[in-house]
């Protein structure tokens, strides 16, 4: 299997890498790559990484952060991903208000229990 056979959108090169990241050399392209994980494949003069290594490194603290938030991160990061804001606004909402009916059913705890207490 030569590198014609592989997908062309399956991978990016490092120029392109360059301009996504907004690094002035290809050395600050290389250091992101080894400090995130990320495999250089080097084919003859041209060097590329994998799309989906690459996008799944860029977007970790983003995950991080939904999994920390939402219990359904998966969904919500590919919602995010893909730019799905019907959804996402639709999720935003549910999440408030399911928030706020945790807060009335406290007070309503709270109401209830001076009411014992008297």
Not at 37 to 42: A, D, L, M, R, W
Not at 91 to 101: C, G, T
Request: glycine share 6%.
């Amino acid at each position: 299997m030569g590198i014609s056979n592989i997908r062309e959108d399956s991978y990016i090169v490092l120029a392109k890498l360059q301009s996504i990241l907004g690094y002035k050399d290809m050395r600050s392209v290389m250091a992101w790559c080894n400090a995130n994980g990320v495999c250089v494949i080097v084919q003859g003069k041209q060097k590329l990484v994998n799309r989906y290594e690459f996008l799944l490194s860029f977007y970790k603290p983003f995950i991080n952060h939904l999994r920390a938030k939402h219990t359904n991160w998966k969904e919500m990061a590919l919602h995010y991903i893909e730019g799905n804001m019907d959804t996402l606004l639709s999720h935003v909402f549910r999440d408030h208000v399911a928030k706020q009916q945790r807060k009335r059913k406290g007070e309503v705890t709270e109401f209830l229990q001076m009411l014992e207490d008297l």
